[in-house]
């Protein structure tokens, strides 16, 4: 009937991951998808940095662990299944809702507002494992794949919610195991896939929003540096240089990683894209601390620790982050030889940060800045000579 075709045009099922669109766009859907999450992102960066030690850091890392695992089953859904029927932007639209209401109970914590996030998070763990589940009720050759995510996300939010009602001593059991639920079903999933001869590949497209997503948390960080700055009482002349050298760190970070990894593709096949999309954890998180610690850096609110060793480490992590990612894309046949000297520069480039974080150098904040510039200066400067020794 004609009725049922223009409702099928409306509320379509789901496009057939086995059917991908070509040369496909990032949508400007998709992008207001991840502004809202940058909301989330921010707010949970903004408490580290106003009450860090270990437990709020692990409170933060749990958090973005969450909220990526979110993230990413929204974005992989929207790049395998999405179309441009209104089904497509109202389950985007419901879930940037879900996720809008989890940074305002943010705001909210400790005490009662530990109950209303679990709350939030049992609302996004039900609505993506609707969305999986959907996918397998349009489509019964999805079903077998898509069973693993439904079984194991269920189970996931019967732990959050008895985390509700048991004593806070069982947390230390049930988060390692919502954690393990969440992201276990890719790996099952890929013995499953090579049984049928079928294989996924990260698209181009998704690889470009995980690229701006981690643009996003850059921003996080300049942010960092303005508020540090932003919050200095007198600005003095030692007061911009700090903030030129801050900044000048900022971009030197941004250069080193979309320098090795943009306009590159992943390799091919379901396991590789899962082990690059989980690579973006560690290295999204050291943005985060980078971000923290440069806010401490300038307003001296740090008792419980140094903003020092925490920036070393972030940027020891991230940079390590960028050498493992590296072992994951694929690269033009004549830059294939420097792939070894690339990646090993940058851990031990890493190497010198985190050695320099244990010896505890008591040092200015000029001196460390304009130290720390001139180690990423000369890794970049390496690297160009890499560069251009090749193209010569």
């Known amino acids: 009937m004609p009725f049922r075709k223009s409702a099928s045009a409306w509320w379509g099922p789901p496009r057939k991951f086995d059917m991908p669109e070509e040369s496909r766009r990032v949508s400007w859907l998709e992008l207001f998808y991840d502004l809202v999450y940058v909301i989330a992102i921010a707010r949970i960066t903004h408490h580290l940095s106003a009450h860090f030690n270990l437990e709020s850091f692990l409170e933060y890392m749990v958090l973005f662990i969450l909220i990526f695992w979110g993230w990413l089953n929204g974005s992989l859904y ?5 179309n441009d029927g209104l089904r497509t932007r109202l389950m985007t639209l419901w879930q940037m809702m879900i996720i809008a209401a ?12 530990y109950a209303n996030l679990t709350i939030v998070f049992m609302a996004m763990q039900l609505y993506i494992t609707y969305l999986w589940w959907s996918v397998g009720f349009y489509d019964r050759s999805h079903r077998r794949y898509n069973l693993p995510y439904t079984i194991l996300y269920l189970i996931s939010l019967i732990l959050m919610g008895l985390s509700l009602v048991l004593p806070s001593s069982w947390l230390k059991l049930i988060i390692p195991l919502v954690l393990i639920c969440n992201y276990a079903p890719p790996f099952i999933s890929q013995a499953l896939l090579r049984q049928g001869d079928v294989d996924l590949d990260l698209s181009s497209s998704m690889f470009e929003r995980l690229g701006l997503l981690t643009i996003i948390v850059f921003g996080e960080v300049v942010i960092g540096v303005v508020n540090g700055i932003g919050g200095i009482r007198e600005l003095g002349l030692s007061a911009w240089l700090n903030f030129a050298l801050a900044l000048s760190i900022v971009f030197a970070l941004w250069w080193i990683f979309f320098t090795l990894i943009s306009r590159r593709e992943p390799k091919g096949g379901f396991l ?9 954890i560690p290295a999204l998180i050291s943005l ?9 850096f300038f307003l001296e609110q740090h008792n419980s620790y140094s903003p020092e060793t925490l920036f070393g480490y972030a940027v020891a992590i991230f940079l390590a982050c960028i050498s493992l990612m590296m072992w994951l894309l694929e690269l033009p046949d004549r830059f294939r030889r420097l792939h070894r ?3 090993v520069s940058l851990l031990l480039t890493a190497l010198v940060f985190l050695s320099a ?3 505890h150098l008591e040092v200015g ?3 460390f800045l304009l130290g720390a510039l001139a180690i990423l200066l000369v890794e970049m400067i390496y690297l160009n000579s890499l560069y251009y020794k090749l193209m010569n």
């Open 357 to 359: 974080t244990l010896a």
């Open 102 to 113: 989890l940074s305002i109970t943010l705001d909210h914590l400790p005490g009662q507002g």
């Open 365 to 367: 904040v000029f001196t």
């Open 288 to 296: 985060g601390l980078a971000a923290v610690s440069f806010t401490s």
């Open 341 to 343: 000297h690339i990646r």
């Open 78 to 82: 929207h790049d395998l299944h999405g």
């Open 272 to 280: 590789n894209a899962t082990l690059l999309e989980l690579l973006y």
